[in-house]
């Protein structure tokens, strides 16, 4: 406005303050960096410990054999050494192994200790064989040779091992074959007769014992009960056929101290000269062994064999987790957040809803006992399966009633994180869509849904990781330590929601601290802890790709 | 500096005003010999303790244009969303007065505020296309009525994206996201849903704040195209636009109407100097 020059300020400048280490802030990069490292750390050292111990432990090792100054002969898998104090008073810090000798009928142990103090010799017999069979554990020793129904066919370790790897195929394979006659065939015909005395006794209930009803009912369960008879002996015959067949091969085999075995090879589950193997071979014991391991069923009170129902009651009981609580968790917050009026109920409902994400697992589980099991299942039992009671069908834990124990434990986790995806979405969408004229409910779903979908997707995922890693509860409700069949088949109605399942966590927890041969069960644990992460980890993969693809279709924005 | 105009009545309104005194709305009288489509009187709101509409006496004449102009924060945007009842979804709003659309009153109890808003079109002063396609964001009235007929909905489509002057970008695009268009996009996309369903009035929010001249331009030849079928409401902060495409212009202040009047009065001799001072730029 005007042309008068600017006056200068008399005012000295004031000073600011020099910036102190403090507020520029160096040491807290240093101190939040550490807090990241050691977190990371953790879960690092975690992952890793796990990772190593769960993937060596089914690589083969060698057999050495170990002369002792006492005399004794020992031979087996070096599990691990250590140092201990010894009652010497020369030496006072020795060397001790923890060796699995096996042979557990003959000898009574699966594992000794022996002091490095005490070895004379070592070696590594050439014909050293590893023989992991279907009872009894381990089996250490050497072929010495074969006998083929009472003749004996071979009578050196290469002649022995040689008929034993062209025979063992065939005798597994019939062996697999008894085994599902047994399982599998013989269940199968005792169900049709089960079922034929279920309905005799639903007809014996509705109209007594005297009714022509019954009469018709009754004939007809006698013809059932002959014609499985009949099915039955001919099964029965059958698996003595096998059985005689099998029973015709014979490994002889001399255990170290040289004690003669003759060991059928039914017996048999995998044999291996542990000493002669090449790295590829050891490759093959090692994925072999992988491969019964997840696809297997349990052996040897769940310390041998493989972990396949274990996995696949995980799975389905995750997956049924899922499908229970989302819906409601949705149903649930979406009431919160966009209908319910602000004030103090509400508050103390959201309160409460946080507050019982930190009630312990085990509290759902004995709840989920009570009100499921012995509630609504007996209840259902008593409506549409009275004809087996007192057996209870419903009325016992299953993966049914697991699988919503678990929703209910996870369900404060998807409300509160789809509260938040809700609160998330802008309100200017909502109000785009009311100025469209739409309702309430129509912009709920065409607009609000969608986009929340992705942050319903963390609910959801974080409720099954937390959901798949719980064991506790389940020892309630359902998860069992061997269950005799999986809870979906092909036989109608295909899914046996009332059937109670193995779980993997529940399987760690068994080998850990129930079974008898814990040493042997000890590197298992890890293995399944390895697997159970891996299929957590895939199993939020799966899920997190679906929210990506959700999040790239309604959540991206650019201006 | 000081250019005096005699014809102007003096007052210190302004500050008055602000200190609390009220002044009857200065309406011309041109306004009485039309047909009003939406009839104002003694409308007040307030958001929980603060308010923001002070006994609004207004007209909005059928088929014609009519800008709200006045400083930011005046309470514009807040008329303009009380005509559909679009600030009703605040919990804190409280309403007090009257308005009447084609003579029916628009907060009476029994009002299906559903049906209300089904006859007006709304266009927001930010962008806020929804999450999904743009054919659906287009689309979104038909689809809520529950139109089903593809050639109907794609006929609606494009004649909406061209009316928005958006068509060329999109057609080729039209299964994309509209989240992932540029801000002057989207605008126009939610210009193009907004005049989709063919509202009898639409409700315009400084549509053209975040558009480039030659979309600006496009728009302004939309409303000059649709002046006479339909009745416009328009909130801009540009006063040449005002002048260039309505009929009738209201100056709000402090949550008052000041003046109302035909818009060449208003902007060429209008009765009050405040009015005169806002829109020569002077304040505000
Ligand atoms: N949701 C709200 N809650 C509380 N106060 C509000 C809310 N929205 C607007 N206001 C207040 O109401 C008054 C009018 O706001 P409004 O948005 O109508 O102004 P405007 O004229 O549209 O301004 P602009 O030109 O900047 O868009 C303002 O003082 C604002 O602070
Ligand atoms: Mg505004």
Known sequence: ?559 | MDIQNPVKKKSNRLAEIAAGKTFPTETHDVLKSEEPLLEVSGFNLSYGAKQALFDINMIIPKGKVTALVGPSGCGKSTLLRSINRINDLLSTVRINGEMKLNGEPVYAPAVDVIELRKRMGMVFQKPNPFPMSVYENVIYSLRIDGERNKSVLDEVCERSLRGAAIWEETKDRLNESALGMSGGQQQRLCIARAIAAEPEVLLMDEPCSALDPIATNKIEDLIADLRGDYTIVIVTHNMQQAARVSDYTAFMYLGRLIEYGPTSTIFQNPHLQETQDYVTGRFG
């Open chain 1, 1 to 559: 406005m005007s042309s008068r020059p600017l006056e200068k300020s008399v005012r000295p400048r004031r000073q600011r303050s020099r910036v102190s280490l403090f507020a520029q802030g160096e040491p807290m990069i240093w101190l939040t960096g550490g807090g990241l490292a050691v977190a990371l750390c953790m879960i690092i050292g975690l992952l890793l410990l796990i990772f190593c111990n769960g993937i060596a432990t089914l690589w083969p090792a060698p057999v050495p054999q170990f002369q002792t100054s006492a005399g004794s002969v020992y031979m087996g898998e070096v599990t691990r050494a250590e140092s201990f104090r010894s009652n010497d008073e020369k030496v006072r810090v020795l060397q001790r192994k923890l060796v699995r000798t096996g042979n557990y009928e003959i000898s009574g142990e699966h594992f000794v200790w022996i002091s490095d103090h005490d070895i004379k010799a070592e070696t590594r017999p050439e014909w050293a064989l590893v023989i992991e069979r279907t009872a009894w554990g381990r089996f250490y020793g050497f072929p010495e040779g074969f006998t083929l129904g009472g003749d004996t066919v071979a009578s050196t370790p290469e002649a022995a091992w040689e008929m034993f790897n062209k025979h063992h195929r065939a005798v597994s394979e019939r062996r697999e074959k008894i085994r599902e006659l047994e399982t599998h065939e013989i269940g199968r015909v005792n169900r049709r007769l089960e079922t034929a005395r279920l309905n005799l006794r639903t007809v014996e209930l509705r109209d007594g014992k005297d009714s022509p009803a019954w009469q018709a009912e009754h004939a007809k369960f006698l013809e059932t009960e002959k014609a499985v008879t009949a099915k039955f002996a001919t099964l029965q015959e059958e698996i003595v056929r096998l059985r005689a067949e099998n029973s015709r091969y014979v490994l002889n085999l001399k255990t170290a101290q040289g004690k003669a075995v003759a060991m059928p090879l039914s017996d048999i589950v995998r044999a291996y000269p542990a000493n002669q193997l090449s790295f590829i071979g050891k490759a093959g014991i090692y994925f072999s062994r992988w491969h019964e391991f997840l696809l297997g069923e349990p052996r040897e009170a769940n310390s041998e064999g493989g972990v396949f129902p274990a996995i696949f009651g995980t799975v389905i009981m995750t997956l049924l987790m899922s499908l229970a609580v989302v819906p409601f968790g949705v149903m649930a917050a979406l009431y919160l957040r966009e209908y319910a009026k602000p004030g103090l109920i509400v508050s103390a409902v959201r309160i409460s809803i946080n507050n019982l994400a930190g009630v312990p697992s085990i509290v759902f589980g004995v709840f989920g006992l009570g009100f499921f099991c012995y509630f609504i299942g007996a209840s259902i039992d008593e409506l549409f399966y009275a004809s087996s009671l007192p057996n209870p069908t419903f009325g016992k834990g299953g993966i049914l009633w697991a699988s919503l124990t678990l929703a209910l434990l996870t369900l404060p986790v998807v409300i509160v994180a789809t509260e938040e995806a809700l609160s998330a979405v802008p309100n200017s969408m909502r109000e785009g869509s009311y100025a469209c004229g739409g309702s309430k409910w129509q912009t709920i779903k065409r607009i609000v849904l969608p986009r929340a979908m992705p942050g319903i997707m963390t609910g959801m995922i974080l409720a099954m990781a937390r959901g798949a890693g719980e064991v506790a509860p389940l020892m309630l409700v359902g998860a069992v330590k061997l269950a005799p069949e999986l809870p979906v088949d092909s036989i109608a109605p295909f899914v046996h929601a009332e059937r109670s399942f193995m779980h993997l966590g529940f399987h760690i927890y068994d080998l850990g601290f129930q079974s008898q041969n814990s040493e042997a069960a000890k590197p298992m644990v890890f293995t399944t802890t390895l697997l159970l992460i891996v299929l957590i980890f895939l199993l939020n993969l799966l899920a997190v790709r679906l929210r990506s693809r959700l999040r790239r279709k309604f959540v991206s924005a650019a201006f």
